[in-house]
């Protein structure tokens, strides 16, 4: 066999064994990433399917009165305005009172829900 195709074909399995050793390197990171937990940002919440992946949307979504979390996770154990708008729905009962009445210094709601966590006493 001649010298120069000797070494053509060794250059040929060296440019393959670096290709090859970098194909690798690239195809282990991104299964890594495929296959790592994510974790969402403070800013976010995390939705977890049911085959276990999670899912991060914006923490804003969650209690919005729409479910957008595959398992409803977003929306589970939001207290939800049973009142129509502008009203206030009162802890305790199926009251709803208007909503300009809340901290007003009156108790409205039979529970006293109403004025609970004002800021201040209206006088």
Known sequence: MCAWKITVQMKVAAVFMVFSSWCLTVCLHMLCLLTAPM???NDEFECVDHL???MCIPLSWQCDGSADCDDQSDEAGCHVNRCGANHFACVAGDECIHEAWICDGDFDCDDGSDERNCKSPIT
């Open 39 to 41: 974790q969402c940002a």
């Open 52 to 54: 276990n992946n999670t």
